[in-house]
């Protein structure tokens, strides 16, 4: 798997009835939508100055902030492991954007942007409020197509491993390179998706700029921190296929991510079993909430 047109991805349609489209779009663009954007993914791409920021999320309201408020910059979202119940907030939360959901592009302005951003800036951005941020309410054709993609093994995940490998097992292979390459690759992805569901593609001196600063950062970096960089990269990438980042996280403990919100609480090292399996077997229902908890604190077979 050399290059992009060599992807495996399943690729959803944008029919309603029956209905193809991606779940996250499915979710997020309708007045019922469950579930929060990741407060650990948005801070990361705001710190790191990235441009997938507006294609990965977009906001329902410009000064939507945490747990309802009106004085952010419309990225309201949740950190893991926040377990409060949920006020009145469907129409203010952040939702999925057009990658990779085919949902829709934020073109309005960030208000805590300031001129250290040169990636992810206000350019020809729509001041006030996000573009379509009121239609997403009446359902009307501005609401993306839905005809998004599941990434399974793409290009840019194979350069990810191949740079790890050369990293950690001395392939002899070229690990900045195979990084720089991965990165690109799923950059050119997300705007090639963008581009043909109603979206901005990114600007190819947008790619080029972030690829550069990535290669100097890599350059700077001591052993672990290479290791660190790569890993963090590889978790941004696998945006939409959370199964691989989550065995990569489990794995390698790497990237390095924000604590739990609970102090009682800890990363699960397992899914958890279904309600209705604890429920409804008799081998396991009167000691159902310990069988959970070890699902939580006990390592896979790989990990030990």
Same mark, same amino acid.
């Given at each position: 798997?050399?290059?992009?047109?060599?992807?495996?991805?399943?690729?959803?349609?944008?029919?309603?009835?029956?209905?193809? &489209?991606?779940?996250?779009?499915?979710?997020s663009?309708?007045?019922?939508?469950?579930?929060?954007?990741?407060?650990?993914?948005? !801070?990361r791409?705001?710190?790191?100055?990235?441009?997938?920021?507006?294609y990965?999320?977009?906001?329902?309201r410009?000064?939507?902030?945490l747990?309802?408020?009106?004085?952010?910059?419309?990225?309201?979202?949740?950190?893991?492991?926040?377990?409060?119940?949920?006020?009145?907030?469907?129409?203010?939360r952040a939702?999925?954007?057009?990658? $990779?959901?085919?949902?829709?592009?934020?073109?309005?302005?960030?208000?805590t942007?300031?001129?250290a !951003?040169?990636?992810?800036? !206000?350019?020809?951005?729509?001041?006030?409020?996000?573009?379509?941020?009121f239609?997403?309410?009446?359902?009307?054709?501005?609401?993306?197509?839905?005809?998004?993609i599941? $990434?399974?093994i793409?290009?840019?995940?194979?350069?990810?491993?191949?740079?790890?490998a050369?990293?950690?097992?001395?392939?002899g292979?070229?690990?900045r390179?195979?990084?720089?390459?991965?990165?690109t690759a799923?950059?050119?992805s997300v705007s090639?998706?963008?581009?043909?569901?109603?979206?901005n593609?990114?600007?190819?001196?947008?790619?080029?700029?972030?690829?550069? &600063?990535?290669g100097?950062?890599?350059?700077?970096?001591?052993?672990?921190?290479?290791?660190?960089?790569?890993?963090?990269?590889?978790?941004?990438?696998?945006?939409?296929?959370?199964?691989e980042?989550?065995?990569?996280?489990?794995r390698?403990?790497?990237?390095?991510?924000?604590?739990?919100?609970?102090?009682?609480?800890?990363?699960?090292?397992?899914?958890?079993y279904?309600?209705?399996?604890?429920?409804?077997?008799a081998s396991?229902?009167?000691?159902?909430?310990?069988?959970? &908890?070890?699902?939580?604190?006990?390592?896979?077979?790989?990990?030990?």
């Open positions: 798997m050399t290059e992009n047109a060599h992807d495996f991805t399943f690729r959803y349609g944008s029919n309603v009835t029956p209905n193809s &489209r991606h779940p996250w779009y499915i979710n663009y309708n007045t019922s939508r469950s579930g929060y954007m990741s407060m650990t993914l948005i !801070n791409l705001k710190q790191q100055d990235d441009p997938r920021l507006r990965y999320v977009f906001r329902m410009s000064n939507a902030g747990a309802n408020a009106t004085n952010g910059d419309g990225y309201y979202g949740r950190y893991p492991g926040d377990g409060a119940a949920s006020p009145a907030d469907h129409s203010t939702i999925s954007g057009i990658y $990779p959901a085919a949902g829709l592009y934020d073109n309005g302005t960030i208000a942007l300031t001129s !951003n040169q990636l992810l800036n !206000n350019e020809g951005a729509s001041a006030g409020t996000t573009a379509n941020s239609r997403i309410a009446l359902f009307t054709s501005g609401d993306g197509t839905g005809a998004g599941l $990434p399974l793409t290009n840019a995940m194979v350069n990810f491993i191949r740079a790890e050369a990293l950690t097992l001395n392939t292979e070229d690990a390179k195979l990084l720089l390459d991965a990165v799923q950059l050119t090639t998706l963008s581009a043909s569901n109603k979206g593609a990114i600007p190819a001196t947008t790619i080029i700029g972030f690829i550069t &600063r990535l100097q950062q890599y350059d700077a970096a001591d052993a672990a921190g290479k290791m660190q960089l790569l890993m963090m990269q590889k978790w941004i990438a696998l945006y939409g296929n959370g199964v980042a989550y065995n990569d996280y489990r390698t403990g790497l990237p390095q991510l924000e604590d739990l919100v609970s102090p009682l609480d800890t990363f699960p090292f397992r899914f958890y279904s309600e209705t399996e604890m429920t409804s077997n396991v229902v009167a000691n159902r909430d310990a069988v959970q &908890r070890a699902q939580q604190l006990t390592p896979v077979f790989w990990n030990k």
